[in-house]
């Protein structure tokens, strides 16, 4: 494949804005999208974001309409982010949440990777103990059995044993754990820096050229 295809599942966890960022960002590095939200995230994005992720049957259109507008509400309105505006043309793909027939349930259908932003412990859980019970589970069981690039991006503190012990499962199993920690060195002036930050350290482990964020040495 010439051309990146990145699964994006979107869970319950908090951090909805680094979901949001991350589609917006890969979408315009003109890889193609097959994104998954979960019930639990569009719960977590009205509470964050003031608006939620389109719903369980929503079509591709609907996410970039949803992608365009997603920070033009209060309180993200206020956190510093571009305006941004996909065009309809956009190689976009939503699958429902409890779609098994999506391509992205076999081994057979090509990707370059799959991302978990932001990824649930719940989903950690599911995902190290082979559970497949929706399609962002199934897909991530595809991605470790085909030995492909999957990046959890999880965001939770404290961190209790059970899940440091899911996450060390994962890590074994071929998995990148790659936390919602984002550094302070390129001096931050908005929550859009910070959330750049972790979206640009993803885009780092899928290959896709970025300029979100000055690297330390630059």
Do not use: M, N
């Given at each position: 494949m010439t051309q990146k295809t990145i699964v994006l599942g979107i869970t319950g966890a908090s951090g909805s804005a680094y979901a949001v960022r991350l589609a917006q960002v890969l979408l315009m590095a003109d890889c193609d999208l097959h994104v998954v939200a979960s019930d639990a995230a569009r719960q977590v994005a009205m509470k964050e974001l003031g608006t939620a992720f389109p719903d369980d049957h929503?079509?591709?259109g609907d996410w970039v309409r949803f992608l365009n507008t997603a920070f033009d509400h209060v309180p993200a309105s206020q956190w510093g982010f571009p305006e941004t505006r996909l065009s309809g043309r956009?190689?976009?793909a939503a699958h429902s949440f409890r779609n098994y027939a999506a391509g992205i349930a076999?081994?057979?259908?090509?990707t370059t990777g799959m991302v978990v932003c932001p990824c649930s412990m719940g989903t950690?859980?599911?995902?190290?103990c082979g559970m497949s019970t929706n399609l962002i589970q199934r897909a991530a069981d595809v991605h470790l059995k085909e030995r492909r690039?999957?990046?959890?991006?999880?965001?939770?503190t404290p961190l209790g044993l059970i899940g440091l012990q899911n996450m060390t499962t994962l890590t074994?199993?071929?998995?990148t754990v790659l936390p919602a920690m984002p550094g302070f060195y390129q001096n931050p002036a908005s929550i859009a820096d910070l959330v750049n930050f972790v979206v640009a350290r993803i885009c780092d482990h899928l290959n896709v050229t970025h300029d979100l964020i000055p690297r330390w040495g630059d």
């Open positions: 929503a079509q591709s956009v190689g976009l076999s081994g057979s259908f090509l950690v859980s599911s995902i190290a690039p999957l990046i959890l991006v999880p965001r939770e074994a199993a071929g998995a």
